[in-house]
Structure formats: C-alpha cells, structure tokens
C-alpha cells in the first residue's frame, strides 16, 4: 500500500486553516496515524484512528476520513506549527508501517 | 515519564558494522512491541523493524532484510539494531519508538531524540 500526501509544501497565514491531504492506494479502513515533526526535533504523535487525537494535543488539530482518502486540518494555525507532517498507515499482518512523504507547513 | 534515549551512532566506514541502542524508561518496557524508524538527510521517514515484547517474534521492512537485526534486553529496557555491511544509504538518524499496542504494530506513540548514522569513507 502506497501512501500519497499532498500538496509537498504549504503556505498558511497565522490564524488561517491548513488542510492536508493523504491518500492511499487501497482502502485501509481507519488504520492511520499523523505526526508532526517540528524543524531539528523527532516526530510526534499527533492523531490516530484516523481522527482520535493523542495525548495532549491541541483541539486545533483534527483528522477525517476513511479507506483511502483522509485529512488533516490545523485551524486557527499558530507559528509553533511550522513543520512536516507526516501520515503513517499501519498493517498490523504482517506488520508493516507505511509513512508518506511528508507535506511541509511554512508560516506565511 | 517515558523517555526512549538512542545512542550508538558515528561515521562508520562502508562495509563496517554498528550497533544502535535504544534505553526506556517511564514506562512497563516488557508489555511493548518496539521500533526501529530511520530518515536520510532532507527525505522523510522510513520504518525499518519492530520486535514483540518478549523479542520471540521481529519483523523488517524489505529493504533491512539480511542486513539489519533487532533485539532487545527487557532487563536492561533497552533496544537494539545492528547493521551489518554498511553502505552509504544506510546514512541517516535513526529512532527508536514504543508501540502503542492499541492494536499491536500500529503506530508509534512516543519516540526517541534519534542517533546519526553517517557511512563514509
């Protein structure tokens, strides 16, 4: 299973929403994660389940959808969310996790 | 509060060995399934293996298959890769995570500060 994010780069006002995209190549049910990886850090999780959000994180951040297309949405972004944001499917037999390339949040 | 903590990596010479650990802890390190994920320089991540909790069962994405080893030691809450044959493009950081068994191999809840790996000669 191949997982497509897009666009690569985005450029989002503070205050504005971001939207990302990811795609996979097969239905995957709601077998998705996202992590934000701030510049120079290690990823974190930010969603799983497709939109069940980790630990604390902030409300702002939020994920839809199921089989093969899903989002995640940053509303109200703030600078601290400069970063790539990466989904990762999980296929848990045999157990593969499949990340996709990475969709960059600048400031604008 | 859990804390993963890599070290081990260097520049290494191509066809050289090295071994990576990972040392946990905040947490019940024996009830977790753990992974291995590795990113080369200005691309994105690449999981490469996770091991049970009690080590019996390991598996590898394709392209570590032959060349790369996970283990751990649950009496040290520690986990291992070892990379043998080393090339160029296994240069990288590579990180240690917990899984989040919520199901079992499925997504990393937390994640080490990552150890650089730079094959070079």
């Known amino acids: 299973i191949l997982m497509t994010q897009s666009p690569a780069t985005l450029s989002v006002s503070p205050g504005e929403r971001a939207t990302l995209s990811c795609r996979a190549s097969q239905s995957i049910s709601s077998d998705l994660a996202w992590y934000q990886q701030r510049p120079g850090q290690s990823p974190r999780l930010l969603l799983y389940?497709?939109?069940t959000r980790a630990t604390g994180i902030p409300a702002r951040f939020s994920g839809s959808g199921s089989g093969t297309e899903f989002t995640l949405t940053i509303s109200g972004l703030q600078s601290e969310d400069l970063a790539v944001y990466y989904c990762?499917?999980?296929?848990?037999?045999?157990?593969?996790?499949?990340f996709g390339g990475g969709t960059k949040v600048e400031i604008k | 509060q859990v804390q993963l903590v890599e070290s081990g990596g260097g520049v290494v010479q191509p066809g050289r060995s090295l071994r990576l650990s990972c040392a946990a802890s905040?947490?019940?390190?024996?009830?977790?399934?753990m992974h291995w994920v590795r990113q080369a320089p200005g691309k994105g991540l690449e999981w490469v293996a996770v091991?049970?909790?009690?080590?019996?069962?390991?598996y590898y994405t394709d392209s570590a298959k032959g060349r790369f080893t996970i283990s751990r030691d649950n009496s040290k809450s520690t986990v291992y890769l070892q990379i043998n044959s080393l090339r160029a493009e296994d240069t990288a950081v590579y990180y240690c995570?917990?899984?989040?068994?919520?199901?079992?191999?499925?997504?990393?809840?937390?994640w080490g500060q990552g150890t650089q790996v730079t094959v070079s000669s």
């Open positions: 905040g947490f019940t390190f024996n009830d977790y399934a």
């Open positions: 091991i049970f909790f009690d080590g019996s069962k390991k």
């Open positions: 995570g917990r899984d989040s068994g919520q199901p079992l191999y499925s997504y990393l809840d937390f």
């Open positions: 990762q499917h999980y296929n848990n037999w045999p157990p593969v996790l499949t």
């Open positions: 389940g497709a939109s």
